[in-house]
Nanobody
Framework: QVQLVESGGGLVQAGGSLRLSCLTS????????MGWFRQSPGAEREFVAA????????LYADAVKGRFTISSDSAKNTVYLEMNSLKPEDTALYLC?????????????????WGQGTQVTVSS
């Protein structure tokens, strides 16, 4: 089973920046694509961004396009989410996920393994 551990969340003022990290226990066919999702209390889990390890394919949700950047470091088995120009509506629990496919990577059902999440709170 793939283990995913997120870190880097915290409290930041609107307009500020954070960088989230996701360390994976393995890089195999099970982790072909790595994604970030977020979930607020009472809301559905929503897609944020995803990337293949070689960066060949990246996808962003419209709500974060131009503000967030996803990247990967194969040597460290780590995927990052750089978040800039943060808004109060970005407040959520951010979860890292792994998928064995490069297709439909914006759909949460494509992801088989999930981390516990790291909380991001943006104050106005």
């Amino acid at each position: 089973q793939v283990q995913l551990v997120e870190s880097g969340g915290g409290l930041v003022q609107a307009g500020g920046s954070l960088r989230l990290s996701c360390l994976t226990s393995q890089r195999t066919f099970k982790t072909y694509t790595m994604g970030w999702f977020r979930q607020s209390p009472g809301a559905e889990r929503e897609f944020v961004a995803a990337t293949t390890w070689n960066g060949e394919r990246k996808l962003y949700a419209d709500a974060v396009k131009g503000r967030f950047t996803i990247s990967s470091d194969s040597a460290k088995n780590t995927v990052y989410l750089e978040m800039n120009s943060l808004k109060p509506e970005d407040t959520a629990l951010y979860l890292c996920a792994a998928s064995a496919t490069r297709l439909q990577i914006g759909i949460k059902a494509r992801y088989n393994d999930w981390g516990q999440g790291t909380q991001v709170t943006v104050s106005s």
